[in-house]
């Protein structure tokens, strides 16, 4: 049997991993020390690293994370931790004009070697100011990384390859996935003896030949369920892309996909103006124009602030219902 | 080694300066920080300073003149050094230097400037760059997909005659590939979209390559012809009545110098009113439904050089004969000096086509798409007819024509139309109510 690990237990693992080979790592944020963090995903590393590694922080984002970013630059590979994403905007300066910019400002010099991570994802009831995914936004920045995992091998793999990276690099998880379970293989089970993921290298889920289904973080699982449902229901083979990183993105991947089904939906939770399925479907038909036998087309969450009301907000993020029904309307 | 003062950049935006006053002349001593020169950039008139120390030397541009970004402007020399034999080429490199700024800002004003396209006598002229696959070879735009239109391409395949399984009937790449080579597709258009007989040329034959106009009127009249189910009606009106009415009309405006009416002026009224009795022609098929105007955009045929075109006259209804008569007048006067815009042939729901000047006495139009009917007018001759008590008398008479696409509209709709026109062309006065 291999071994099951939730997302949570499956970054918890990289965190201490990481620990361990570096000591200029160090995991800072609001409660990610004594309490474990707010969603437990640092449970059990302040006990066993202690006060110097593990750094419970103030409520105060522009304050810790702008204190990461300048140690990164002296060296210190800091983890912070957003206890939302939505709070990137209290620390928005840092991040954008120093984090993002210090190494091209410093004429290559400086490096910022942070990750910046938490979850960014709504569905949750935690309403709109809680509900942010800002990964189009960060991910315009020339400079920045941005990652949305959308399982727990991928997770563990691309957190070893975050914290690695001499960039800035913006990790996005999702607290409707943190206690879903994968299979990941401990270390011994691998050849390298490590799980490690290189940023920019999308993976495909699942193979198909009729239409390209492209989705990153929690929205691949959605695909998933749609494609099984093409399959099963409408004799439709539908291959799965997961991007993993969103910047560095990996376009080649994409591209010999959508060259071969010929049809592509980009799916994701973001909302859909200036969305990163805009860029790829931008990416797609200047590219590949001629191997498209229909538009390239989206599927976003609702446009409209994450909606408070349960039942609306069912239906605000995309299910592979709406997905599936899509891809009828192109095949 | 001499200085050459260059414009500078004095706001973030400025591509040039104007020269607003010299605050030295040649001669003086320049400091670095001495202000030398106002300067007036896009956002403000600022001091420049001088960059170098010595004896301005010579001042190279006239207040009022623009200088652009890095161009020269005055040489500086060292206390006591004398102006080098080549002094003109180094001020001429460093206008060199500044040549591409100012000629990118001339490339940028002109794209700038809006393309007026009212010399174009016919809406969206197609591009003759379109790609050749985006067309079939009968020139009628049809709705592939970017794949089928390459697979088309390389198989040979006639998009024109293929169907589309798409959605909205676009035409995909299984579509294409299950069609034959050059041949129809799966389910078959029947009408072959390309002439098959071609026309041989011998050395003496001249080969025009067609104009747009051409092309648009062999597309739109190729696929009336095809896809349209035409009938052909015909009536014989009496004209006397609507000469003599003319005449009367005619002959008080020749006193009072008010407007000359033709014919056709009064058959345009006529068709106008007759649609108002009959709406049902006035109407479009629309596929899986038919269209009924609540207006009558009226399309009048006009000649023109090389082809014709069909300017609207819109909302006709609301026209006196007087606003008709002077309608037809401006456009026809303006579509001979391509001058109608793009706006003006739009909106058209019944044509008529009037080949009476010509000497014509009777023809059948092709229906101008995608209306249902055109009038075809023919000249007035005078013709022997039997009068009311049955005696053989010389008669003034008049063929009305009508084209009808046989979807919408069916011959006893079409012949009670004609009827009413020939009833108001008979008793032209009824017009005038």
Known sequence: ?331 | MPKIIEMPKLSDTMTEGTLAKWIVKEGDTVTTGKPIADVETDKATMEMTSFFEGTLHKLLVKVGEKIPLGAAMAVVLEDGEEAPANLDELIAKANAAAAPAAETKTGDTKADTPQRATSSLLPKAPSASRRPAARSSSNVRVKASPLARKVADELGVDLSRVDGTGPGGRIVRADVESAPKGGSGAGGKSAPATPTIRPVVGPEDERVPTSTMRNIIAERLLASKTQIPHFYLQIDIDAEPLMDFRSQLNATAEKNGGNKYTFNDFILKAVIRAAGTVPAINAAWDGDAIVKYKSVGLSVAIAVEDGLVTPVIKQAEKKTLLEISEAVKDMASRAKNKKLTPDEFAGGTITVSNLGAYGIDQFSAIINPPQAAILSIGSIRNTPVVDSKGAIVAGKRMWLGLSGDHRVVDGAVAATFLAEMKKLLENPALMLL
């Not at chain 1, 304050?63 to 957003?82: D, K, N, Q, T, W």
């Not at chain 1, 969305?275 to 087309?297: C, N, R």
């Open chain 1, 1 to 331: 049997m291999p071994r099951r690990l939730s997302y949570r237990h499956a970054l918890r693992e990289a965190f201490d991993e990481e620990l361990a080979r570096d000591p200029m790592v160090v995991l800072m944020g609001e409660e990610v020390a004594q309490y474990n963090g707010a969603y437990k995903v640092t449970e059990g590393l302040w006990d066993k690293w202690g006060d110097d590694r593990i750094v419970d922080t103030p409520i105060s984002e522009a304050g810790f994370i702008g204190m990461g970013i300048g140690a990164s630059m002296l060296g210190v590979r800091p983890v912070m931790e957003l206890m939302f994403w939505s709070f990137y905007t209290v620390a928005w300066d840092q991040i954008v004009n120093n984090a993002a910019m210090v190494r091209y400002m410093s004429g290559g010099k400086i490096n910022c070697p942070i990750v910046i991570r938490g979850p960014a994802n709504g569905g949750t009831g935690v309403g709109a100011t809680h509900s942010h995914t800002p990964e189009n936004i960060l991910a315009n920045f020339p400079g920045m990384k941005c990652v949305c995992p959308s399982n727990a091998y991928d997770a563990k793999g691309l957190m070893k390859a975050a914290i690695r990276d001499n960039d800035p690099v913006m990790f996005m998880e999702s607290t409707k996935l943190y206690g879903e379970e994968w299979d990941v293989p401990s270390n011994d089970e691998l050849p390298d003896g490590e799980l490690f993921i290189p940023l920019g290298v999308a993976d495909v889920k699942r193979e198909g030949s009729d239409i390209t289904l492209i989705a990153h973080g929690r929205a691949v699982i959605t695909c998933l369920k749609a494609a099984e449902i093409l399959e099963a229901e409408h004799g439709i083979s539908a291959e799965v892309v997961d991007i993993r990183t969103i910047r560095p993105l990996d376009e080649e991947t994409i591209l010999e996909s959508v060259a071969k089904t010929h049809r592509a939906i980009y799916v994701e939770e973001n909302k859909p103006f200036c969305g990163v399925g805009a860029q790829i479907a931008y990416m797609i038909q200047s590219t590949i124009f001629d191997e498209l036998d229909a538009p390239v087309l989206r599927i976003n969450s609702l446009d409209a602030p994450a909606i408070y009301s349960p039942p609306l907000e069912a239906i605000q993020l995309p299910t592979p219902e709406v997905v599936v029904e899509k891809a009828l309307s192109i095949c």
